[in-house]
């Protein structure tokens, strides 16, 4: 198949090079310097002169601790999920990637069911602009996938992230610091592409168009600092800054449940990226 990727600098971009490197699809991979998904006359001369049968659409803006938002944030990704989005009479599938922050990180999001968007207004620019994407992809009815990430993390994920962040402070005999300790769902990159994976081997109508991408079980950022270090074979040597609890950022299983796939799961995930990152 040829599988068109947006926003192959990033990280899920990057991480879907990498895995799918060996494989009998052709990738496409663009970035804002070989294909402007910004630019509506740019994707449609790319559709109008390639034929693409999946698009994984990782390109994003905002999201980040460290970026300061903007209203661009907003309108670049609507912008950006709107040109693609209507030439899905041109592909296959389409493959979104959604935020828990659809569900406003305002307040506590615990077990979030993928319908809970409707009663969710985020007033962040980045969680806004996911939750009306999530919105119209309910709407369409078609082709168009939306995974809701919580957490992601792998190999080529950013050193300042939570999992590996944690992972070079054990092997540096360094504590790992946590500011707030609080449930939160991470998702394993490989297991990712694994869902991505079964769409394409499986797609047809009856497979769900809009699925949180977790486990079923849920951990803390504790928890996941002393799994960490049990992989590692070491002492847990952790530092919480807050005494209280913070706001829980969990999903729902049960759709993703209902896909039976065989999936690493949180600690073979950290695993993998103890023995490859």
């Known amino acids: 198949m040829n599988i068109l990727v947006t926003g192959c600098n990033g990280f899920i971009g990057r991480e879907f090079a990498s895995y799918f490197i060996n494989s009998e699809h052709k ?38 601790r460290k970026h300061k938002e903007s209203y661009k944030d907003f309108l670049h990704n609507v912008k950006m999920y709107d040109n693609l989005s209507k030439h899905a009479d041109r592909f296959k599938i389409m493959f979104n990637f959604g935020s828990g922050a659809e569900f406003d990180r305002r307040h506590k999001i615990d077990n979030a069911e993928e319908l809970d968007i409707f009663d969710s207004f985020p007033i962040d620019f980045y969680g806004l602009s996911k939750n009306l994407i999530s919105k119209k992809i309910k709407k369409h009815d078609g082709n168009i996938i939306n995974l809701r990430l919580f957490g992601c993390f792998g190999e080529l994920e950013d050193s300042d992230r939570m999992i590996k962040n944690s992972i070079s402070r054990v ?92 999936l690493y799961g949180l600690e073979n995930g950290i695993r993998e990226v103890v023995e490859n990152g």
Do not use: W
Not at 36 to 62: P, R, S, T
């Open 27 to 64: 990738i496409y991979l663009t970035n804002r310097n070989n294909l402007n998904i910004l630019n509506e006359k740019e994707v449609d001369n790319f559709f109008l002169n390639n034929k693409i049968d999946v698009v994984v659409h990782a390109a994003v803006q905002g999201g980040k």
């Open 171 to 262: 092997r540096n005999n360094q504590p790992i610091i946590i500011h707030q300790n609080r449930k939160m769902d991470f998702f394993y990159i490989k297991d990712l592409f694994k869902v991505i994976e079964h769409y394409i081997q499986n797609y047809n109508d009856t497979l769900p168009k809009d699925v949180n991408m977790c486990y079923k079980k849920k951990t803390s950022l504790l928890d996941i600092a002393i799994t960490v270090s049990s992989v590692m074979n070491e002492d847990p040597n952790v530092i919480i800054g807050a005494r209280n609890f913070g706001k829980s950022y969990t999903g729902d299983f049960n759709k993703l449940k209902t896909m039976e796939i065989n």
